[in-house]
Structure formats: structure tokens, C-alpha cells
């Protein structure tokens, strides 16, 4: 795996350390179980797999290069960088400006640019239509594009399943960058549709085997679907390609489900001209956090405290795994930690922020679960740590934790 060029304070000294031992014992990543740090007045059970991943240190280390090789011109965001508050304030402190926000509404009109400008493409990737429109004005998109590779990877994927005539279905969150971007690019192959969860997609296995009419298929997805989709006969046959940070059960459970509509419709003979194979577009690192997030299921703790930007879709699945089991905050950084009894975590049912009175119990042990989205540096899990140790018992210092990895 490539190595980037990240600045060196969104590393950590404990959290780096603890990935490095579990990279050095465990390689092949085939054990999901996760380190426990015992210091005493409380433990920490640290997933497995966290933090940033190979497409987000690929966009950021893109972002900074473009700082420090472009000192005279301006530099524009097309969108966030990432999902993640301190990264994308940190990049607006060099003078970076955001030309959209995340559900693609423009900041800054794209008729103020001109040929000289940089233009980053954030980790998501972009529309075609975006594409045009910056190409059309001389921006250069491709020096500093950061599309990250494994969203690449679906967008070749629907091109393939366009190519063999299938209708391609997005396991995805319709306004999400990363969704809007992969929807462009397989419309331009194929006839395309958006559905969020098991519940839309059994909606649409009512429609394929007729117990709902055209015209409720029309009014359910409106806006979610490719001009002119005729459901019966672009239903015919399907492939399922999926936004990268979403659960990948949840994407399995989709596909399978609607493997087993074509299969009640078309019979087994039948099945594989009627639905594709598409278990390759799912991305390793969600897969690879998402299992450990099991992995800490299978552990006992008092709560869990889940690092990440609230608008983080991968994040917002491990908490809604988490959460299952262990009370859990969800939190953006160390700042939102205010005493032993009180912390500020965002709820992503309400999409609000609610003060919790009870957050750090009174006990001789405490067992803490800690993990973070994969566009959470390292650095801000490491202030988490700090900050809870701070509370429980401010006699630890960084020596004392170091020596327990």
C-alpha cells in the first residue's frame, strides 16, 4: 500500500502506534478483534480498523501539494475535501475557497473563474456536467483531481454494466456528493435509479413483479432516476453498484433481496440474464471498519465514543452499528467532551446535537469503545483519549500510555 504525504500533525502518538503494532502482528488483516489499552481507572477497546483511508490521505495529501506548488494563484474546493470539519478548515486557512456546498449548491459562481485558477475535485469525484462546465472555462481538473480510486472503480463498473444493457440501481444517499457524482457518470451508460435502504428496494420488488403500478414507481422516485425511466423496460434487468461509505451488508442485503425478486419472476435458468454480479464494488476500507465495528459488538463496555464530521456517512453507519448495543456519542473532536457527566454528541436520527448529562460512569473500571470515521485524523482520536484520561485520572501521562501499546 502506497505511503502519502500527510502533515504530520494529523498524526498521533498513541494512535499511530497502536496501528503500527497491528499491522506489524496481524498483516493480512484477518483478525477483526480490537486492542484494549488497560490503564487502570479505564480501558480503552479501540477498533481494529479506523481512521483515514487510502482515497482520503490520497485527496489530502493532492490538496496540500496543490498549496505549496501554486503560492501565487487561487485555489478552489469544488466541495468539501472530506466529510470532516478540522480537515477542511485547516485547508481554508491556506486560502482555499469552497466554490459548492455538499449538496451542490454553488457558493461561488463558476463564471469568476478563469483558465489560470486551480480547481481540486474532492474525494467523491464530480458530474459530468461539472466536468464540462470547469473544462469549458481552461481549469485544469486533472492535475488535482482526488476522485478517489474506489469510487473510479464503481463508475467503471456501471460502465461495464451498461455496456451488457443493465439498468444500474445506487445503494446510495441521493444528495451525497459521491452519489450525485456515480448517478452522472452511469447515466451516461445506462438507465440509472437512486434507492436509500431494504425498504425502497422492496418498494421496487413490488414494482418488478407488478403488485405496484407504473405510476406509483414514478411518484416514489421521482428525482431519483434518469429521464425518461420506463419501469417496464428498464427493470428488466439490473446491476447493483452502491455508494462507498454506505453499510455493506445493507448493499448485500439489497442486492440479494432483489436476486431473489428476479428469481420468483424469471426462475433459476433464468436468473443471471436478468440480474449482474456485483460484489466487486464495494469498497475495502468501508468493509474493513464496518468489521471491526463488529468486532467491538462482540466485546462488553460502558459506552462508545465515535470520532468523525457529522455530514460522514461512513461515520454515521458505525455509530448506527454501535448504538445497537453500548450508548454512544458521536462526537467531532475533544471540544464537545465538557466534564465526567456532560458531552455534546450529534444524534443522527434528528440530524441535531443533544447535551447528555450521563456520559462517564462512576465505576472502579471503565471500559470505553473508541473509534472514528475514515476521514478522522488520528490526531483527533489521540485529543479524545487525552481528554477522557484527563477526566477519569489526570495522574497518567503520555509515558504511561505509550508503555501499555
Same mark, same amino acid.
Given at each position: 500500500m502506497k505511503q502519502f504525504e500527510v502533515p504530520e500533525f494529523y498524526r498521533s502518538p498513541i494512535i499511530s502506534k497502536v496501528k503500527s503494532k497491528r499491522k506489524l502482528e496481524d498483516p493480512r488483516k484477518k483478525d477483526f478483534t480490537p486492542t484494549e489499552l488497560n490503564l487502570g481507572k479505564v480501558t480503552f477497546v479501540i477498533a481494529r480498523h479506523f481512521g483515514f483511508c487510502y482515497g482520503v490521505e490520497n485527496a489530502i495529501e493532492k490538496s496540500y501539494k496543490a498549496i505549496q506548488e501554486n503560492p501565487e494563484k487561487r485555489i478552489f474546493l469544488l466541495s468539501q475535501m472530506i466529510h470532516n470539519p478540522d480537515v477542511n478548515a485547516d485547508l481554508q486557512s491556506y486560502g482555499l475557497q469552497f466554490l459548492q456546498d455538499t449538496e451542490g449548491n454553488q457558493l461561488i459562481p463558476f463564471e469568476e473563474l478563469n483558465a489560470d485558477d486551480i480547481v481540486i475535485i474532492p474525494a467523491f469525484g464530480t458530474t459530468l456536467e461539472i466536468e464540462e462546465k470547469l473544462r469549458a472555462i481552461g481549469v485544469n481538473i486533472d492535475t488535482y483531481n482526488t476522485t478517489c480510486p474506489f469510487v473510479e472503480k464503481v463508475w467503471n463498473r456501471s460502465e461495464k454494466l451498461g455496456e451488457t444493457q443493465h439498468t444500474i440501481i445506487i445503494h446510495g444517499k441521493a444528495k451525497h456528493e459521491e452519489t450525485r457524482a456515480t448517478f452522472s457518470h452511469s447515466s451516461s451508460n445506462a438507465p440509472s435509479l437512486i434507492i436509500k435502504d431494504l425498504k425502497e428496494a422492496k418498494?421496487?420488488? +413490488?414494482?418488478?413483479?407488478?403488485?405496484?403500478?407504473?405510476? +406509483?414507481?414514478?411518484a416514489f422516485f421521482e428525482g431519483k432516476m434518469t429521464p425518461n425511466f420506463d419501469a417496464d423496460i428498464h427493470l428488466l434487468k439490473i446491476g447493483v453498484v452502491n455508494q462507498t461509505t454506505m453499510l455493506a451488508t445493507e448493499t448485500q442485503e439489497i442486492t440479494d433481496y432483489l436476486r431473489g425478486i428476479m428469481l420468483q419472476k424469471y426462475g433459476e435458468a433464468n436468473l443471471k440474464a436478468h440480474i449482474? *454480479?456485483?460484489? *466487486?464494488?464495494?469498497? &475495502? %476500507?468501508?468493509? *474493513?471498519?464496518?468489521? %471491526?465495528? &463488529?468486532?467491538?459488538? +462482540?466485546? +462488553?463496555?460502558?459506552?462508545?465514543?465515535?470520532?468523525?464530521?457529522y455530514n460522514s456517512s461512513n461515520t454515521s453507519h458505525l455509530v448506527e452499528l454501535l448504538e445497537e448495543k453500548f450508548p454512544t456519542f458521536y462526537i467531532k473532536n475533544k471540544e464537545e467532551i465538557i466534564s465526567k457527566s456532560a458531552i455534546n454528541s450529534f444524534d443522527i436520527h434528528s440530524s441535531e446535537i443533544i447535551n447528555h448529562t450521563r456520559f462517564i460512569p462512576e465505576k472502579e473500571n471503565v471500559r470505553i469503545i473508541i473509534s472514528s470515521g475514515a476521514s478522522c485524523p488520528d490526531a483527533l482520536v489521540d485529543g479524545v483519549l487525552h481528554k477522557i484520561i484527563s477526566l477519569i485520572d489526570p495522574t497518567i501521562d503520555s509515558n504511561q500510555i505509550l508503555h501499555q501499546i
Open positions: 418498494f421496487l420488488g +413490488e414494482v418488478i413483479l407488478g403488485t405496484k403500478s407504473k405510476s +406509483e414507481f414514478d449482474a *454480479d456485483t460484489r *466487486d464494488t464495494l469498497c &475495502y %476500507a468501508t468493509n *474493513d471498519n464496518q468489521s %471491526a465495528t &463488529y468486532g467491538l459488538l +462482540e466485546k +462488553e463496555a460502558d459506552l462508545a465514543v465515535v470520532v468523525g464530521g
